[in-house]
């Protein structure tokens, strides 16, 4: 059996409250597994807990109890980041540093040089597709370019995991097409992807299964089909179906021209089951 790209096992973070003898919950006794090669959606109302998780996962923020690995190696180590690529919400660049120039800085920090740097470099431009504002300074970058400069830093160690913090944060509809097809392009690469996003209708697309956290327990998780499949109801897809075999569809579809094309539980969509099952009001929930 395959060691899990990520394994979080009754997780529990606390934090003080300054000036009181008390304590917040952040995560309580969390456990989930992502499989490798899954992309994985972390979802929650503001302040559910899925930053708090996403640090502890990374080793930036230490657990109260409980214990989290990535691909086997425990979180704290410096050596589980070893195989991680990591772009958060709001990522920081050197704006006087062109495109071509960061990625030769990121991949310095990773221990690249020389022909195996440059060549390094090219491809994830290319990847990205920012081959053409190589030589751009990042101060001429829009929303969309800089989140895609940031995928390709992310990658420049060739990581087995890659953790998303809202990659499309404040990016237009067609920047935001534009890192979605690279997260599936990665799935197709074998690399493992945890994502944090508000953006449901994107999660929808891209995730094989999601984890819903709120007030820091997790209310729901599997495949995110099961998921938002509704209940003792059954579509029937048919090709070629003749009114009256509508008409009779029991008793006509199996002697009539029509075929059966799929048979499927109809699904409501991710948002109004995110809604319902963190009983938050009817509207778009922020991720944080």
Same mark, same amino acid.
Not at 17 to 38: H, W, Y
């Given at each position: 059996?395959?060691?899990?790209?990520?394994?979080?096992?009754?997780?529990?973070?606390?934090?003080?409250?300054?000036?009181?003898?008390?304590?917040?919950?952040?995560?309580?006794?969390?456990?989930?597994?992502?499989?490798?090669?899954?992309?994985?959606?972390?979802?929650?109302?503001?302040?559910?807990?899925?930053?708090?998780?996403?640090?502890?996962?990374?080793?930036?923020?230490?657990?109260?109890?409980?214990?989290?690995?990535?691909?086997?190696?425990?979180?704290?180590?410096?050596?589980?980041?070893?195989?991680?690529?990591?772009?958060?919400?709001?990522?920081?660049?050197?704006?006087?540093?062109?495109?071509?120039?960061?990625?030769?800085?990121?991949?310095?920090?990773?221990?690249?040089?020389?022909?195996?740097?440059?060549?390094?470099?090219?491809?994830?431009? *290319?990847?990205?597709?920012?081959?053409?504002?190589?030589?751009?300074?990042?101060?001429?970058?829009?929303?969309?370019?800089?989140?895609?400069?940031?995928?390709?830093?992310?990658?420049?160690?060739?990581?087995?995991?890659?953790?998303?913090?809202?990659?499309?944060?404040?990016?237009?509809? *067609?920047?935001?097409?534009?890192?979605?097809?690279?997260?599936?392009?990665?799935?197709?690469?074998?690399?493992?992807?945890?994502?944090?996003?508000?953006?449901?209708?994107?999660?929808?697309?891209?995730?094989?299964?999601?984890?819903?956290?709120?007030?820091?327990?997790?209310?729901?998780?599997?495949?995110?089909?099961?998921?938002?499949?509704?209940?003792?109801?059954?579509?029937?897809?048919?090709?070629? *179906?003749?009114?009256?075999?509508?008409?009779?569809?029991?008793?006509?579809?199996?002697?009539?021209?029509?075929?059966?094309?799929?048979?499927?539980?109809?699904?409501?969509?991710?948002?109004?089951?995110?809604?319902?099952?963190?009983?938050?009001?009817?509207?778009?929930?922020?991720?944080?």
């Amino acid at each position: 059996m395959a060691t899990p790209a990520i394994s979080i096992q009754n997780l529990t973070k606390l934090y003080p409250i300054p000036f009181k003898r008390e304590k917040v919950t952040a995560v309580k006794d969390l456990s989930l597994t992502v499989e490798p090669g899954q992309v994985y959606g972390l979802l929650g109302p503001n302040g559910s807990g899925k930053s708090t998780t996403m640090k502890i996962v990374l080793g930036l923020v230490s657990p109260s109890s409980g214990r989290t690995e990535i691909f086997g190696r425990d979180s704290t180590t410096v050596e589980s980041r070893e195989d991680v690529g990591f772009l958060p919400e709001n990522p920081y660049f050197y704006k006087f540093l062109t495109g071509a120039e960061t990625m030769a800085f990121f991949g310095k920090l990773c221990g690249l040089s020389g022909a195996r740097l440059r060549e390094r470099t090219k491809e994830l431009l *290319a990847l990205v597709g920012l081959e053409n504002a190589a030589d751009r300074r990042l101060g001429g970058y829009s929303k969309g370019m800089l989140q895609r400069i940031g995928l390709a830093q992310a990658m420049v160690q060739e990581p087995r995991l890659l953790v998303l913090d809202e990659p499309t944060a404040g990016v237009d509809p *067609a920047g935001s097409r534009e890192i979605r097809d690279l997260i599936l392009d990665f799935k197709k690469r074998g690399i493992t992807v945890l994502l944090c996003s508000h953006l449901l209708g994107q999660v929808q697309e891209i995730c094989d299964r999601i984890g819903i956290l709120h007030q820091g327990v997790l209310v729901r998780e599997g495949r995110l089909g099961d998921l938002i499949s509704i209940e003792n109801q059954t579509e029937l897809i048919l090709e070629n *179906a003749t009114p009256e075999l509508l008409a009779e569809i029991q008793a006509a579809v199996g002697r009539s021209n029509g075929r059966v094309v799929e048979q499927r539980q109809p699904q409501t969509t991710l948002e109004r089951y995110f809604l319902e099952v963190t009983g938050s009001p009817e509207r778009v929930i922020g991720d944080r």
